[in-house]
């Protein structure tokens, strides 16, 4: 293996440090044996104590930490025992977690150590190796933190803490339930799920909580947007490319798929990917090998796909805009994420935690709004779903630092937007409103409305509203309420 330690430019040009902790001296001898040459900086720490206040001093903590030798540099890699004097490998581990979630942490293990093995990745270790190890086996595995660690580096991985994504999915509502449960499903399996919703819908916090609830949990979670890669780096970006394949090449470089190795690939916004790359992706997926440019063989990876849309997939499938073969490879379950006009219910919710998060944030005491404030909140479509409600909160708790959000809070657009809540029939109140958004609201209204009166019977559902019932399972299916529908009772069984 060459020592490619160094990545390419600024900050990435400083070596790749690795901090070795094992209270055996001779252990961490021979791992710097084996690790040096291959032009790793290495630190050493003889416990969990000292390596965290090398940690703490090398991500500038302040106080508490300060019996640490002076200049420590960035650690981009620990590679820790468990069981030590002072601080466990475990202490450690949740310490790294909690203030430099960047690190990547391997854990050393004696033969039979199982359950600390299990623990350490349930905290978050990218992996664990058992002792005595295979010198080459144990460089792979290094080398492949240092994929991760070479991402971090470039900004283009962030590591959110174990479990958070899935805390953040804030809804109680039945929709919200029964996503949570799917999400519950797939996390236990490996199968490829595209997520289908609406912009600012929480598309990519779902893809991220299938993520962190499955066993990929510890390796990487790679999104790519796969509309904002130029056509011309597509294959280098996500396949990686060889050093001098290319002008510009001047180091070989891991693309998405490596470096999500284990892991998660996340293809965000799919439906933009142009038709020549659109090829390109399915033979990853069916052949699950990749080809670096300018290699001469192909890779064999180990990763999941989970794919997301704000685009009717099936629509541009029929228009010829997306090939149906990678639509099939990618829509093998799919999990539609609802708008939020489909969950008004959830809005007080969303509205307290983002409140409190502001308050953490800004140290301020706003409080979430009242029942007049959000009745006019239920009556306005959001056309940007929940990152827009996000804003929202944002905008006015820089306007505001105390007592509750009211409707004079409200921006014009959410003050004037009133749709009645009784439905049918529009009140005379409503001055100006954005037509399409306020259609699509009191279509989806009307809807759930009649498949309510039919305990989710389409066929009377379609006779209430005076539709066809083919037209009306399209419509439910394009506004995502399946999902609501299947939540009023046994209805009849149909397959889209
Ligand atoms: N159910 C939810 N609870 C709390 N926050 C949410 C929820 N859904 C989304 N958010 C927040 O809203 C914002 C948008 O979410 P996200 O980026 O996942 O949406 P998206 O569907 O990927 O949007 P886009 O289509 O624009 O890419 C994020 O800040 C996210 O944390
Ligand atoms: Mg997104």
């Avoid at 094992?22 to 021979?30: C, Q």
């Avoid at 420590?72 to 202490?91: C, F, K, T, Y």
């Avoid at 664990?128 to 971090?152: G, N, S, T, Y």
């Avoid at 706003?366 to 827009?388: H, I």
Wanted: glycine share 8%; net charge neutral.
């Amino acid at each position: 293996m060459s020592p490619t330690t160094a990545v390419t430019s600024g900050d990435e040009l400083r070596p790749m440090t690795i901090l070795l902790v094992d209270d055996e001296w001779a252990l961490r001898a021979s791992l710097r044996r084996l690790l040096a040459p291959e032009g790793f900086q290495i630190l050493e720490a003889p416990d969990g104590r000292t390596a965290m206040a090398l940690v703490a001093r090398s991500i500038g903590l302040p106080s508490g930490w300060a019996d640490a030798p002076q200049a420590v540099p960035p650690i981009d890699i620990i590679i820790s025992d468990l069981r030590m004097p002072e601080a466990s490998g475990l202490d450690l581990l949740r310490f790294v977690r909690e203030h430099a979630p960047e690190i990547e942490v391997i854990v050393l293990t004696a033969y039979g150590e199982v359950a600390d093995a299990v623990a350490a990745l349930k905290l978050g270790a990218y992996n664990f190796l058992e002792k005595p190890f295979d010198p080459p086996a144990f460089l792979l595995e290094v080398k492949r933190a240092q994929l991760l660690a070479v991402e971090h580096r470039r900004g283009r991985l962030v590591r959110a803490p174990v479990g958070e994504a899935m805390a953040r999915l804030v809804g109680d509502s039945i929709v919200m339930q029964e996503l949570k449960t799917l999400i519950g499903r797939l996390a236990q399996s490996d199968a490829t799920a595209l997520i289908l919703g609406d912009s600012g819908t929480g598309k990519e916090l779902v893809a991220r909580a299938i993520h962190e609830r499955s066993p990929r949990r510890n390796r990487a979670f790679v999104p790519v947007h796969c509309g904002a890669i130029p056509e011309s780096l597509f294959e280098s970006e996500l396949f990686g490319h060889v050093k001098g394949a290319f002008t510009g090449a001047t180091a070989t470089r891991a693309g998405h798929f490596e470096v999500a190795e284990g892991g998660t690939v996340f293809l965000d916004e799919i439906g933009e990917t142009p038709p020549a790359l659109q090829v390109k992706l399915l033979r990853v997926l069916q052949e699950r090998t990749y080809q670096p440019v300018g290699a001469s063989k192909a890779k064999k990876g180990d990763f999941r796909v989970l794919a997301a849309t704000h685009r009717d997939l099936s629509r541009a499938v029929r228009e010829g805009k997306f090939r149906e073969d990678l639509f099939y490879r990618l829509n093998v379950v799919p999990v539609l994420v609802p708008t939020l006009r489909e969950r008004p219910e959830d809005l007080q919710l969303l509205c307290e935690t983002f409140v409190a998060e502001r308050n953490r944030d800004r140290e301020t005491k706003l409080l979430p709004p009242g029942d007049e404030c959000l009745e006019a909140m239920r009556r306005y479509s959001w056309p940007g779903n929940v990152r827009e409600l996000e804003h929202l909160i944002e905008r006015i708790s820089v306007l505001k630092d105390s007592g509750p959000i009211t409707v004079e809070d409200l921006p014009s657009v959410l003050r004037e937007t009133v749709l009645p809540a009784a439905l049918p029939g529009f009140g005379a109140e409503a001055r100006s409103m954005n037509l399409n958004a306020e259609l699509n609201r009191l279509e989806v209204e009307l809807i759930r409305l009649a498949l309510k009166q039919s305990h989710g019977n389409k066929n009377r559902a379609s006779q209430i509203l005076g539709l066809n019932r083919t037209t009306l399972v399209e419509k439910i299916k394009r506004l995502g309420l399946q999902p609501f529908a299947d939540s009023l009772g046994p209805g009849e069984k149909e397959a889209f």
